[in-house]
């Protein structure tokens, strides 16, 4: 059975930074496309970041690009995804998810497994 769980969320003010992490059980995040998603209230999820299993190929929201990265920490079957600069129209849940495909992909169908999602408000 697999298993996403994110952490690292929380109320920051503009301007911080925060990580948010993704653990995975019952499969290798290192050979699976792996996507960051958010949605804010009322919205739709959208991916903010995505990365093909080599993590050679990496792709960015553009209102993320330049402030958000999306790394992999084999060892430990967990996807990150830094965040600087936040800003509050950042504010929404976020959920790490995983495709059994190699690359990476934009939309939230293309995606086989979720995590329960996270928290990060960010406050003017």
């Known amino acids: 059975q697999v298993h996403l769980v994110e952490s690292g969320g929380g109320l920051v003010q503009a301007g911080d930074s925060l990580r948010l992490s993704c653990t995975a059980s019952g499969l290798t995040v290192s050979t699976h496309g792996m996507g960051w998603f958010r949605q804010a209230p009322g919205r739709q999820r959208v991916v903010v970041a995505a990365?093909?299993?080599?993590?050679?190929?990496?792709y960015y929201a553009d209102s993320v690009k330049g402030r958000f990265t999306i790394s992999r920490d084999n060892a430990k079957n967990t996807v990150y995804l830094q965040m600087h600069g936040l800003k509050p129209e950042d504010t929404a849940t976020y959920y790490c998810a995983l495709r059994t495909g190699t690359g990476y992909r934009l939309t939230t169908d293309e995606y086989n497994y979720w995590g329960q999602g996270i928290q990060v408000t960010v406050s003017s």
């Open positions: 990365m093909s299993w080599g993590g050679d190929t990496t």
